[in-house]
């Protein structure tokens, strides 16, 4: 009978205590995994709150929201689980067993008013009202818009604003280029160009407002300026006039137009581009019909957007076809929009026959061009009280004389701008990314195109405001002033980055 030694049992008692250590040890990275993802997630659900809540704050009254001092530093303290005071709990959906929500208060950043929103992820056992209990936190400041553009309806940047034959402007003009009229040319308000070479008027053209600007002043002819002139430079003027026919203020030189156009809290449209196009990138997959569309080629003839997307009517067979499948996504962070709205992403746009209807609110994203108007029809139209457009370009705008959008109102009965476009315009050709309005179009509109050049002409008529970098109207073209770009008769929007701890951001819209 051999002598039993045990040696099998301790082989066997060492591989499981191998297998344990090996099994032990991924359950705790697979816990640290589940962790680091969770924390990620409720970083983001913060940053989502409060993109939501900048985006509701930066219009809103907020004067009885609290002072919290320097921004900066309640930031900091926030992050660290010390502030002191707390505002109203805004709640927004529920995600699972989580609360998400944000808080607003007033705050000063270099003594200039701001507002700070801080988005927050707490648990259900979470008081609401402790700005210190969160399970993630993301903080913005937002510059606080200025009242002195609420009443600026034409806006330019260097490049000015030019009117020529017997163009017309029904509101006032503010740019950091020159302003030029000529010709039988008019503007019904006031003028202040931030250039050095100021307002010139020829021609038999006038202005029946206020002209203000650190530069020089021109007049010519038979023009003539109805309210006060004030100027860092020259006042030039026919020799016919006398000092009873004008009340000029000349070359006093304390004109400071510091900041001028930099103020007016509109958002930077390509910052803004770049947070939607994040937002809706998967929507760029031929999954959802993503391609160069184009409306109005036999037989699909009129377009619809509706709540599934971009739908086409085939008059051979008489039914409806989805053409772009669209996707309800949340478009808080955009200007003047707020909750969920239909978003449709296209290559490239062309409407030239027929209808196209908006039956929904929807944000129409165009990688390239955008045109409409461009045969027959009227072109667009809105039913039902939530019908309204977004639309981002990145290429050219152009709208034709199909588009007649005369009768409807700037805002929808929701309150909501009824068409808005962003164009984003060509930071590589200068003669790229322009907006025209041509022919005989009636264009009822919000365009916000800081970066392009914006020409109405022909008899083509432009109702609502309008921001560009260079400004032109001819023929017989006209500019009515309808609400404002720097409110919900405006916009507001957000951006920034943060972590699953704490983090903090900048609204973009004042860089």
């Known amino acids: 009978m051999h002598k039993q030694k045990g040696a099998a049992l301790v082989v066997v008692l060492a591989l499981l205590a191998g297998a344990m250590i090996v099994g032990v040890s991924g359950m705790q990275g697979s ?20 993109e939501s809540g900048a985006a509701k704050a930066y219009f809103a009254d907020m004067k009885k929201a609290p002072r919290v001092g320097p921004c900066e530093k309640f930031r900091e303290k926030v992050i660290d689980k010390k502030a002191r005071s707390s505002s109203d709990y805004f709640s927004l959906p529920k995600k699972n067993k989580i609360s998400l929500g944000y808080y607003a208060f007033n705050c000063v950043d270099n003594e200039k008013e701001r507002k700070v929103v801080v988005g927050q992820v707490k648990s259900q056992s ?78 038999s053209s006038s202005i029946s407002g206020n002209v203000k600007t650190p530069g020089n002043v021109e007049i010519s002819g038979g023009s003539k300026v109805g309210g006060e002139i004030e100027a860092g430079g020259d006042i030039e003027v026919p020799d016919r006039w006398n000092d009873d026919d004008i009340n000029k203020k ?97 290559e490239d746009f062309d409407q030239y026959n027929g209808i196209l209807e908006v039956k929904t609110n929807t944000v129409l994203v165009v990688d390239d061009d955008f ?31 199909a588009l007649d959008m005369r009768g409807d109102s700037v805002i929808n009965e929701n309150g909501q701008p009824r068409l808005v476009i962003y164009a984003l ?33 022909g008899s083509s008529t432009l109702t609502g405001a309008i921001w560009g970098n260079e400004v032109e109207l001819s023929g017989s073209s006209s500019f009515t002033a309808a609400g404002s770009l720097t409110s919900c008769t405006g916009g507001s929007a957000s951006a920034g980055g943060g972590t699953s ?11």
């Open 371 to 401: 045109t409409l108007g461009d045969g027959g029809g009227k072109s667009l139209v809105f039913s039902g009280e939530e019908a309204a457009l977004t639309v981002f370009v990145t290429g050219e705008v152009e709208l034709h004389s």
């Open 126 to 203: 979470m008081d609401k009202n402790n700005i210190n209990e969160y399970v993630a936190s993301f903080a913005y400041t937002v510059r606080v818009p200025s009242d002195d553009n609420a009443d600026i309806t034409v806006v330019s940047g260097e490049e000015g604003v030019e009117l020529e034959g017997s163009a017309k402007v029904v509101g006032n003009i503010k740019t950091l280029g020159e302003v030029e009229l000529d010709g039988n040319s008019s503007v019904e308000g006031n003028v202040e160009s931030g250039d050095e070479d100021g307002v010139e008027l020829e021609g």
């Open 501 to 511: 701890g704490g983090g903090t951001g900048e609204g973009f819209w004042w860089h």
């Open 31 to 50: 816990l640290i995994n589940e962790r680091l993802a969770g924390n990620y997630r409720a970083s983001v659900l913060a940053q989502m709150a409060a």
């Open 250 to 346: 000349e070359g006093d030189g304390n004109i400071d137009y510091d900041g001028f156009i930099s103020s007016s809290g509109l958002p930077d449209v390509r910052s803004l581009y770049k947070l939607v196009d994040k937002h809706t990138r998967k929507l760029k997959s031929p999954i959802y019909g993503y391609d160069e569309i184009e409306v109005g080629d036999y037989p699909r003839v009129d377009g619809y957007f509706e709540d599934e997307g971009l739908k086409v009517f085939n008059k051979k067979s008489s039914k409806k076809e989805l053409l772009v499948e669209g996707d309800k996504l949340d478009v808080s962070y955009i200007p003047c929009l707020d909750g969920e709205a239909t978003v449709v992403r296209i």
């Open 425 to 457: 315009g060509d930071e590589d050709d200068d003669d790229g990314g322009d907006v025209e309005i041509s022919g005989s179009a009636h264009v009822v509109a919000k365009i916000y195109a800081p970066q392009s050049k914006i020409e109405i002409e």
